[in-house]
């Protein structure tokens, strides 16, 4: 039985963008003959190492405390046993779930 990859996982694929991006881009720039484009280049790679390494940053912490974007936290279940509030709709308005009602 296959485990379902965590959403934090597919940090992954940003990551291998944003450095394949890199890459071409310092591969452009062994071409470059102008001083002020290659240091604008390189400013621009620094950025996108920046961003991957925010990217791979925010996957690990999210793996690690087991945080899912569509699911609410344990937290937020526990302070409003019962209750459910449905995607879309005024957060003030509570509803009770059906579940709850039947107790």
Same mark, same amino acid.
């Given at each position: 039985?296959?485990? !379902?990859?965590?959403? $934090?996982?597919?940090?992954?694929? !940003?990551?291998?963008?944003?450095?394949?991006?890199?890459?071409?881009?310092?591969?452009?720039?062994?071409?470059?003959?102008?001083?002020? /484009?290659?240091?604008?280049?390189?400013?621009?790679?620094? /950025?996108?190492?920046?961003? $991957?390494?925010?990217?791979? &940053?925010?996957? &690990?912490?999210?793996?690690?405390?087991?945080?899912?974007?569509?699911? !609410?936290?344990?937290?937020?279940?526990?302070?409003? !046993?019962?209750?459910?509030?449905? @995607?879309?709709?005024? @957060?003030?308005?509570?509803?009770?779930? @059906?579940? &709850?009602?039947?107790?």
């Amino acid at each position: 039985m296959m485990m !379902p990859m965590c959403p $934090a996982g597919l940090m992954v694929f !940003p990551v291998i963008f944003l450095l394949s991006l890199s890459f071409f881009i310092l591969v452009a720039l062994s071409n470059v003959k102008t001083q002020a /484009l290659k240091v604008f280049g390189y400013v621009i790679v620094a /950025l996108i190492w920046l961003a $991957a390494v925010l990217v791979f &940053a925010g996957g &690990a912490c999210r793996m690690t405390k087991g945080m899912h974007p569509l699911r !609410p936290s344990k937290k937020s279940m526990l302070k409003y !046993p019962g209750m459910c509030i449905t @995607p879309g709709e005024n @957060p003030s308005e509570v509803m009770i779930c @059906p579940k &709850a009602q039947k107790k």
